[in-house]
């Protein structure tokens, strides 16, 4: 089955600074992949997400790059601000044409210091 | 905008209980899922559910797991007999299509003593 390798566990960083976070997937069937932002004790909540058949994708601050050949993709977040702490993850599917399962990393704790 | 919503929040039960996990999907979407977070720990696919039955399901959802959508609105999770390691965040998600985005609901913690 597919697995999914979420890099770093935690990320602090200034504010108006960026932080990156990578992960890495292990089946190249995979063709979807989301990035959710949950916060302490609340649901998982979709950011942004990238499908196959592109590279990279922005959406204002947030940006997501895929590289399927090396079978990463990688979120991006500009001028970070003190909102954007909480923890992320990525994840990975593979379509089975009845429905979608994800499987997910382990997640990024990001901090933003005022 | 329309959101998921799970009931109840929290539930506490003793080990070996039956508990029953309810969700409300988003009204006009066809495909449902459950997943389950363990705390401090990263988010687990249990099932999908399309058209009446599973789709897929994961090495967790074993035969003390079952799913049903007893009527047009309501998506259940049961378990049969709770042990321990069942205590955890269980979050419902519902997507309009197959290939669409998959909406989380708030989660249910259960805890089982």
């Known amino acids: 089955g597919e697995n999914v390798e979420q890099h770093p566990s935690t990320l602090s960083v200034q504010e108006g600074d960026s932080a990156v976070i990578k992960c890495t997937y292990s089946?190249?069937?995979?063709?979807?992949f989301p990035w959710y932002k949950q916060e302490l004790g609340k649901r998982p909540q979709l950011i942004i997400d990238?499908?196959?058949?592109?590279g990279e994708k922005k959406d204002q601050r947030i940006a997501v790059t895929l590289n399927k050949t090396a079978k990463h993709f990688s979120l991006h977040i500009t001028e970070t601000q003190p909102e954007d702490s909480a923890v992320y993850f990525c994840?990975?599917?593979?379509?089975?044409?009845?429905?979608?399962?994800?499987?997910f990393g382990s997640g990024t704790q990001l901090t933003v210091l005022p | 905008e329309p959101e998921v919503t799970q009931t109840p929040s929290h539930q506490v039960t003793q080990m070996g209980q039956e508990v029953i996990l309810r969700c409300v999907p988003i009204?006009?979407?066809?495909?449902f899922y459950w997943y389950r977070q363990i705390l401090g720990q990263k988010v687990e696919f249990l099932v999908s559910?399309?058209?009446?039955?599973?789709?897929?399901k994961s090495e967790i959802f074993d035969d003390q797991f079952s799913v049903e959508r007893p009527d047009g609105s309501n998506f259940t999770l049961k378990i049969r007999s709770t042990k321990l390691e069942d205590s955890a965040m269980y979050f419902c998600?519902?997507?309009?299509?197959?290939?669409?985005?998959?909406?989380f609901g708030p989660g249910t913690r259960l805890l089982v003593l």
């Open positions: 009204s006009n979407h066809l495909y």
């Open positions: 994840a990975a599917d593979i379509s089975s044409g009845s429905a979608r399962q994800l499987t």
């Open positions: 998600a519902s997507a309009g299509e197959s290939a669409g985005t998959q909406y």
């Open positions: 089946d190249s069937a995979s063709n979807y």
């Open positions: 559910f399309y058209n009446n039955e599973i789709s897929e």
């Open positions: 990238i499908r196959s058949n592109v």
